[in-house]
């Protein structure tokens, strides 16, 4: 009986050690037809890990795996929904609420994206996650004639920012909630904080462009009527901007040329949007992954940039290193 029970243990241990055998050589597989851009065998590939995995950290990644590379929009709801569902204590829930609001967003599915974005909202307070879904929800409500929301949310996200580019961001924001409420002395003053916290920035130009519709007297301000359509390119902007964040295809070519900052390099993904996640919670911005396959292997390299100038770069560094964070400079594209 005992040399039953010892037999029938070692042939589930073995069974279960190939198993993972077998699951982490998928898991190269898939890896090396992500960077080679074979979708749709990486997908394949992923969905035999699904069936054989039994590890928990793995299973909740691979879903996020498969909504990302799926190419129907509603298959790709369907996966977000289900890891929400299943998996509501995950570092990555808030990477999840992100992404799920970025495929309504790009669906032009504004009702929906800015839902997403709001519960997002109320579960990413002391993250870059918390700015970012108060940026977009602001937008959102600008577009869908909703000021009140607009300004409740955009006058809380102000105490929380920490950079000029998002302050600028804010202040049209609710220069344009203010527009639309036909309280011009508030959209003035709003707007010309935007332009003279970030000049060069787009939202510091369109916000230039709104206070040319105003026309100015000695004793008061008289509002142009605002076309709705001006916004198109604000929600454009913001879309550019959710395409680069995601990086969905693994195509390096969606980075710039340019010069960025490598924090770290791993042979598994997930290991780094780990660390983009733990950098976030310190609210360092402008992160990015970027596949790379070099002579030792395939990694994904956690990168911050573009820098316009090495001055930018410099005071980059030297924020790294208040968080003992050591970072070296490369160039998008490198050379082999």
């Given at each position: 009986?005992?040399?039953?029970l010892?037999?029938g243990?070692?042939?589930?241990?073995?069974?279960?050690?190939?198993?993972?055998e077998?699951v982490?050589?998928?898991l190269?597989?898939?890896?090396k037809?992500e960077?080679?851009?074979?979708?749709n065998?990486?997908?394949?590939?992923?969905?035999?890990?699904?069936?054989?995995?039994?590890?928990?950290?793995?299973?909740e990644?691979?879903?996020?795996?498969?909504?990302?590379?799926?190419?129907?929009?509603?298959?790709?709801?369907?996966l977000?929904?289900?890891?929400i569902a299943?998996?509501?204590t995950?570092?990555?829930?808030k990477?999840a609420?992100?992404e799920?609001?970025?495929?309504?967003?790009?669906?032009?599915?504004?009702?929906?994206?800015?839902?997403?974005?709001?519960?997002?909202l109320?579960?990413?307070?002391?993250?870059?996650?918390?700015?970012?879904?108060?940026?977009?929800?602001g937008?959102?409500y600008?577009?869908?004639?909703?000021?009140?929301?607009?300004?409740?949310?955009?006058h809380i996200l102000?105490?929380?920012?920490?950079?000029?580019?998002?302050?600028?961001?804010?202040?049209?924001?609710?220069?344009?909630?203010?527009l639309?409420?036909?309280?011009?002395?508030?959209a003035v003053?709003?707007?010309?904080?935007?332009?003279?916290?970030?000049?060069?920035?787009?939202?510091?130009?369109?916000?230039a462009?709104?206070?040319?519709?105003m026309?100015?007297?000695?004793?008061?301000?008289?509002?142009?009527?605002v076309?709705?359509?001006?916004?198109?390119?604000?929600?454009n902007?913001?879309?550019?901007?959710?395409?680069?964040?995601?990086?969905i295809s693994?195509?390096?070519?969606?980075?710039?040329?340019?010069?960025?900052?490598?924090?770290?390099?791993?042979?598994?993904?997930?290991?780094?949007?780990?660390?983009?996640?733990?950098?976030?919670?310190?609210?360092?911005?402008?992160?990015?992954?970027y596949?790379?396959?070099?002579?030792?292997?395939?990694?994904?390299k956690v990168?911050?940039?573009?820098?316009?100038?090495?001055?930018?770069?410099?005071?980059?560094?030297?924020?790294?290193?208040?968080?003992?964070?050591?970072?070296?400079?490369?160039?998008?594209?490198?050379?082999?």
């Open positions: 009986m005992r040399r039953f010892f037999c243990f070692f042939l589930l241990l073995c069974v279960f050690m190939y198993s993972e077998k982490s050589e998928l190269k597989k898939a890896g037809y960077a080679q851009n074979q979708l065998e990486a997908l394949s590939v992923y969905n035999q890990v699904q069936k054989l995995n039994t590890d928990a950290q793995i299973a990644w691979i879903i996020l795996k498969l909504a990302r590379l799926t190419p129907d929009a509603e298959q790709k709801l369907a977000y929904n289900k890891f299943e998996y509501s995950s570092k990555f829930i990477l609420y992100y799920m609001g970025a495929v309504y967003f790009l669906q032009k599915n504004y009702a929906k994206a800015l839902e997403v974005y709001g519960n997002l109320e579960i990413s307070y002391g993250t870059s996650y918390f700015t970012i879904a108060g940026l977009y929800c937008a959102l600008v577009d869908l004639n909703e000021p009140d929301k607009a300004i409740d949310v955009l102000l105490e929380e920012i920490t950079t000029d580019e998002e302050a600028c961001k804010c202040y049209f924001l609710l220069g344009k909630a203010y639309m409420k036909n309280q011009s002395e508030n003053h709003n707007f010309s904080v935007c332009i003279g916290t970030f000049p060069q920035a787009f939202y510091a130009k369109k916000a462009e709104e206070l040319k519709k026309n100015q007297s000695e004793t008061e301000l008289k509002m142009v009527s076309d709705k359509n001006s916004d198109e390119s604000l929600l902007a913001i879309e550019s901007d959710i395409k680069l964040s995601l990086n693994k195509d390096s070519e969606l980075l710039p040329n340019g010069l960025y900052l490598q924090l770290g390099s791993y042979s598994e993904e997930k290991n780094a949007l780990l660390q983009i996640e733990q950098l976030r919670v310190n609210k360092l911005n402008k992160l990015h992954i596949p790379r396959k070099t002579s030792a292997g395939f990694f994904h990168v911050m940039g573009p820098f316009s100038d090495k001055n930018e770069m410099n005071d980059a560094i030297i924020t790294l290193k208040d968080y003992n964070i050591d970072a070296f400079l490369i160039e998008i594209p490198e050379e082999d």
